[in-house]
């Protein structure tokens, strides 16, 4: 029962998404890998996830777990059942101090058993004018542990207009979510030139802003 | 089965055919140019054609579904329309709840008062209540930067996507004496007309295309095309008299004038994607980009046709 308002649920979420944003999907050159990866993103909305779900093709979003904050996601019945069941989210503690589990080990674990992850490495939404934050070494870390693992790079375009901070009613926008090709750690990269190179595939992939003509 | 059902049933028939020999065109075409490898121009060609259907076929449904179906459709018209336009323009968070009314409030309102057949209303609320209002709710944020632009721009996308397209199942409220029950039709022959139009005008350009007649706005429209385009497409609503309530002749003039607006309606809405450094508005419609690309002729004929027709045929 639990599980079928739980599917229910999901697809209510991208039916939603799709119907307000139109969302489209641009697919890097060489296709999405079809083994599980990580997804990394830009993040500005809480509906961020919800737009890469939901453009994912069904075959890889059955694999795909969006890593959250745990939080945001256990403060309330509700916002429990949506991230862990209807989500399957990987949650994390993001407070160093409060921490009970690793998350790095949480997302390794998670890749071992054949899941995909959703990543936002700015750590937390960016509500600044800046196009991307600097990123946070949790990404640098997985990939030392798992360092086969391939990272898709996602920029996720206008869904802040959509819904900006403390707004409630979302204003329907045509958003798109552009995907890169994937990319791997190379050998001996340190942790600033790894991030760094994962920041400006990120930023290529955004597109120029409006009214700047061709 | 009344004429009206007959005539359309005639029409879509007649729509359906050039669409079979559209088809065949783009297969023969495929098999010549691009049977080894892909050919752009002749693959956009088949996608576009294939987008005629869907249009065709939804546009016929909501004919046979009537008054609420045209409604309806054309409702959704506005809202993806009006996404696309609020996309690319400047706003910014104070515009919020201007954006929000415009789209949940403004707009079903507008087709509201079409539903309701309140043409005094009707006319005036985007106009009138929208065109104030609106500055009002985003002024409140008392945040002023770009703020003319902003209202502006907000105002227009209303205008355009809501307040004109609105005007094609307006057409349905008029009462044109010996035409009763066959309003559906002044739809089809507005829509057929612009349509064939752009068409024509694709077709004529590609086949017989050398001057270019607006370089900076348009690259591919030619004078030839926009020439040919007009004619034939004038003649093509002079014959399609017979689902009108004009005579020949008159339906001849209506056409020119709504080939002419939908040409001119063309221009304006491609410099505003230049200025917005952008090729397309959308991609809803595989092959012809966003829905305001196919509207945008529409855009511009829709609310001079109604008033001529209203101010010379109508009773109301």
Request: with cysteine.
């Given at each position: 029962?639990?599980?079928?308002?739980?599917?229910?649920?999901?697809?209510?979420?991208?039916?939603?998404a799709?119907?307000?944003?139109?969302?489209?999907?641009?697919?890097?050159?060489?296709?999405?890998?079809?083994?599980?990866?990580?997804?990394?993103?830009?993040?500005?909305?809480?509906?961020?996830?919800?737009?890469?779900?939901?453009?994912?093709?069904?075959?890889?979003?059955?694999?795909?777990?969006?890593?959250?904050?745990?939080?945001?996601?256990?403060?309330?019945?509700?916002?429990?059942?949506?991230?862990?069941d209807?989500?399957?989210?990987v949650?994390?503690?993001?407070?160093?101090?409060?921490?009970?589990?690793?998350p790095?080990?949480?997302m390794?674990?998670?890749?071992?058993?054949?899941?995909?992850?959703?990543?936002?490495?700015?750590?937390?939404?960016?509500?600044?004018?800046?196009?991307?934050?600097?990123?946070?070494?949790?990404?640098?870390?997985?990939?030392?542990?798992?360092?086969?693992?391939?990272?898709?790079?996602?920029?996720?375009?206008?869904?802040?207009?959509?819904?900006?901070?403390?707004?409630?009613?979302?204003?329907?926008?045509?958003?798109t979510?552009?995907?890169?090709?994937?990319?791997r750690?190379?050998?001996?990269?340190?942790?600033?030139?790894?991030?760094?190179?994962?920041?400006?595939?990120?930023?290529?992939?955004?597109?120029?802003?409006?009214?700047?003509?061709? | 089965?009344?004429?009206?059902?007959?005539?359309?049933?005639?029409?879509?028939?007649?729509i359906?055919?050039?669409?079979?020999?559209?088809s065949?065109?783009?297969?023969?075409?495929?098999?010549?140019?691009?049977?080894?490898?892909?050919?752009?121009?002749?693959?956009?060609?088949?996608?576009?054609?294939?987008?005629?259907?869907v249009?065709?076929?939804?546009i016929?449904?909501?004919?046979?579904?009537?008054?609420?179906?045209?409604?309806?459709?054309?409702?959704?018209?506005?809202?993806?329309?009006?996404?696309?336009?609020?996309?690319?323009?400047?706003?910014?968070?104070?515009?919020?709840?201007?954006?929000?009314?415009?789209?949940?409030?403004?707009?079903p309102?507008?087709?509201?008062?079409?539903?309701?057949?309140?043409?005094?209303?009707?006319?005036?609320?985007?106009?009138?209540y929208?065109?104030?209002?609106?500055?009002?709710?985003s002024?409140l944020?008392?945040?002023?930067?770009?703020?003319?632009?902003?209202?502006?721009?907000?105002?227009?996308?209303?205008?355009?996507?809501?307040?004109?397209?609105?005007?094609?199942?307006?057409?349905?409220?008029?009462?044109?004496?010996?035409?009763?029950?066959?309003?559906?039709?002044?739809?089809?022959?507005?829509?057929?007309?612009?349509?064939?139009?752009?068409?024509?005008?694709?077709?004529?350009?590609?086949?017989?295309?050398?001057?270019?007649?607006?370089p900076?706005?348009?690259?591919?429209?030619?004078?030839?095309?926009?020439?040919?385009?007009?004619?034939?497409?004038?003649?093509?609503?002079?014959s399609?008299?017979?689902?009108?309530?004009?005579?020949?002749?008159?339906?001849?003039?209506?056409?020119?004038i709504?080939?002419?607006?939908?040409?001119?309606?063309?221009?304006?809405?491609?410099?505003?994607?230049?200025?917005?450094?952008?090729?397309?508005?959308?991609?809803?419609?595989?092959?012809?980009?966003?829905?305001?690309?196919?509207?945008?002729s529409?855009?511009?004929?829709?609310?001079?046709?109604?008033?001529?027709?209203?101010?010379?045929?109508?009773?109301?």
């Open positions: 029962m639990k599980i079928m308002i739980a599917e229910f649920a999901a697809a209510a979420f991208v039916l939603f799709r119907a307000i944003t139109a969302v489209r999907a641009i697919w890097p050159e060489h296709g999405l890998p079809s083994r599980p990866c990580v997804y990394f993103a830009n993040h500005s909305s809480h509906g961020d996830f919800v737009l890469v779900w939901a453009v994912l093709p069904p075959r890889l979003r059955k694999l795909a777990r969006p890593v959250a904050g745990a939080e945001y996601w256990l403060k309330s019945k509700i916002s429990t059942f949506i991230g862990r209807v989500f399957n989210a949650l994390i503690e993001r407070e160093r101090e409060k921490r009970t589990q690793d790095i080990a949480l390794t674990s998670a890749i071992d058993d054949g899941s995909s992850l959703i990543l936002f490495p700015e750590g937390t939404r960016n509500l600044t004018d800046a196009r991307l934050l600097p990123f946070k070494s949790g990404l640098f870390h997985l990939v030392s542990a798992r360092p086969d693992v391939e990272l898709v790079p996602v920029w996720i375009n206008n869904l802040n207009r959509v819904m900006p901070k403390g707004e409630i009613v979302p204003i329907p926008l045509i958003c979510v552009t995907f890169g090709d994937a990319m750690i190379m050998a001996n990269e340190d942790k600033d030139a790894f991030l760094e190179r994962m920041q400006s595939a990120l930023l290529a992939l955004a597109p120029k802003p409006l009214g700047t003509g061709e | 089965m009344n004429t009206a059902s007959s005539d359309l049933l005639t029409l879509v028939l007649g359906f055919g050039v669409l079979i020999l559209a065949a065109i783009g297969y023969v075409l495929q098999r010549r140019f691009a049977a080894t490898g892909p050919n752009a121009a002749v693959d956009n060609l088949n996608a576009r054609i294939k987008a005629w259907w249009m065709v076929i939804l016929g449904i909501a004919f046979i579904a009537g008054r609420v179906g045209v409604l309806i459709l054309f409702a959704f018209c506005s809202f993806a329309a009006l996404r696309e336009f609020i996309t690319l323009i400047n706003t910014r968070r104070a515009d919020h709840w201007a954006l929000a009314s415009a789209f949940f409030i403004v707009l309102i507008q087709y509201y008062l079409l539903w309701t057949k309140q043409y005094g209303i009707f006319a005036i609320f985007i106009p009138v929208a065109f104030l209002l609106m500055p009002i709710i002024v944020r008392g945040d002023t930067e770009r703020f003319l632009l902003r209202i502006a721009e907000v105002q227009w996308a209303l205008m355009i996507c809501v307040f004109c397209v609105s005007h094609v199942p307006a057409l349905l409220t008029l009462s044109i004496p010996g035409y009763e029950g066959r309003n559906v039709l002044l739809i089809a022959f507005l829509v057929i007309v612009v349509q064939l139009s752009d068409v024509l005008q694709y077709v004529w350009g590609k086949l017989f295309g050398r001057t270019k007649i607006a900076n706005l348009s690259p591919s429209k030619t004078v030839e095309g926009f020439v040919g385009g007009v004619i034939s497409a004038t003649l093509i609503g002079a399609l008299s017979w689902i009108t309530p004009f005579t020949p002749f008159q339906a001849g003039v209506l056409a020119f709504i080939t002419l607006m939908g040409f001119f309606g063309g221009l304006v809405m491609s410099a505003i994607k230049r200025d917005r450094g952008v090729k397309d508005w959308g991609n809803l419609i595989e092959g012809h980009g966003g829905l305001i690309d196919r509207l945008d529409v855009v511009f004929s829709a609310p001079i046709f109604f008033h001529i027709v209203r101010y010379w045929w109508s009773l109301s």
